[in-house]
């Protein structure tokens, strides 16, 4: 593959007097913030690194950064390794009672531990390579990951840094699946008054692990709980605790309704699983929410098929994520943009209608 670049939202200058990481150049999260500080004024170069640590002049955001990577392909990579891991089972009583006979309920547990995970590297994950105190002790400018990161000449900024792909990350997954599901005829459990069937589909997900590591020398990351895991694990953000899903259905004659319940609960920032215990001035999901969406449709005759609903019925607002508070003097932001709208809905209430044909 040849070299191209790419960009996308990440952790705060690690060279940064504010960054949060525990690798960074902040005397408060690291010990060794002033030989973090020495190598990133070689790297910046005598102008650069007056500019950019100049009492006078603001330090980059500590929770939040624009990476630029220039990413070239890897031919030595090689497959991953997977190990999975799944056992459950289901139960479907049966009796004489209509309230019991209409019930089935599954669990479900999951494992998948992926070994040689074939990653591109992060811009973070070079920088937390180079300031890594185990591998470069002396805190050399020469060491391998330092030789990739290239910061302005003139204010020392952060500046695109070479990656490649790897073989060298590791995740760690576990979580358990439980469904409730169970509809009956409204006459068959004695209520005759009104026709028709009703049912509730109850799903409940548990997430119980979620762990990364990027490369052997790097920490392993707790993401459980968190709006993580960050783009540069390759894999899906949105680690809840647990989610929950429910859906309620009434039909009769040709006319079926739907009613979705969708929860979430809080969650941490993104950054919080990598900052550790440290105060962070990122936002994370500080409310629940919950959205209920509404469907029917309509089986006009063997051809045509009505369909119509309100997504967001109540009009529910979005959890803000990613906004910035003023800890340790970064500028607050107020989740423009950064909000979640894989989880959350930006929309608002909306309505929608369509008609299905078979010819």
């Known amino acids: 593959q040849a070299q191209a670049q790419s960009w996308g939202g990440g952790v705060g200058d690690p060279c940064g007097l504010n960054a949060l990481t525990p690798y960074s150049a902040n005397s408060s999260v690291n010990g060794n913030a002033a030989q973090v500080q020495g190598l990133c004024q070689q790297l910046m170069g005598t102008v ?127 979580g358990l699946d439980i469904a409730l599901n169970w509809q009956s005829d409204l006459s068959d459990i004695g209520i005759d008054a009104i026709p028709g069937y009703f049912g509730i589909n109850f799903m409940w997900n548990t997430l119980l692990t979620l762990d990364t590591q990027a490369t052997s020398t790097s920490p392993v990351v707790d993401w459980t709980g968190s709006l993580g895991p960050d783009p540069g694990t390759s894999l899906n953000n949105g680690a809840y605790d647990y989610r929950m899903f429910t859906t309620f259905n009434y039909g009769f004659n040709n006319l079926n309704f739907t009613l979705r319940w969708r929860y979430l609960p809080e969650a941490d920032p993104s950054l919080q699983p990598i900052a550790g215990n440290n105060a962070i001035p990122q936002v994370g999901a500080n409310d629940t929410y919950n959205v ?64 299905k044909a078979t010819f």
């Open 292 to 355: 209920f969406d509404l469907g029917g449709s309509w089986n006009v005759s063997d051809k045509y098929l009505l369909r119509f609903g309100i997504d967001n019925l109540l009009d529910e607002d979005p959890v803000i994520t990613g906004a910035q508070t003023n800890l340790n003097g970064n500028i607050p932001t107020t989740g423009q943009g950064t909000t979640e709208a894989g989880f959350y809905d930006i929309l608002g209430r909306r309505f929608y209608v369509g008609v």
């Open 48 to 174: 650069g690194a007056a500019d950019f640590y100049d009492p006078a002049e603001p330090q980059p955001s500590g929770a939040g950064a624009l990476w630029f990577v220039n990413a070239v392909g890897n031919p030595n990579v090689q497959p991953e390794e997977a190990t999975t891991k799944t056992a459950g089972f289901v139960w479907q009583p049966t009796s004489e009672n209509a309230l019991i006979d209409g019930l089935t309920a599954t669990v479900d547990w999951f494992s998948i531990e992926i070994q040689d995970m074939i990653a591109l590297e992060s811009g973070a994950n070079v920088y937390a390579d180079c300031f890594n105190n185990a591998a470069n002790p002396s805190y050399d400018i020469n060491y391998g990951p330092c030789q990739r990161i290239q910061r302005n000449p003139e204010s020392g900024g952060l500046q695109p840094t070479n990656v490649t792909y790897q073989n060298t990350g590791f995740s760690n997954i576990e």
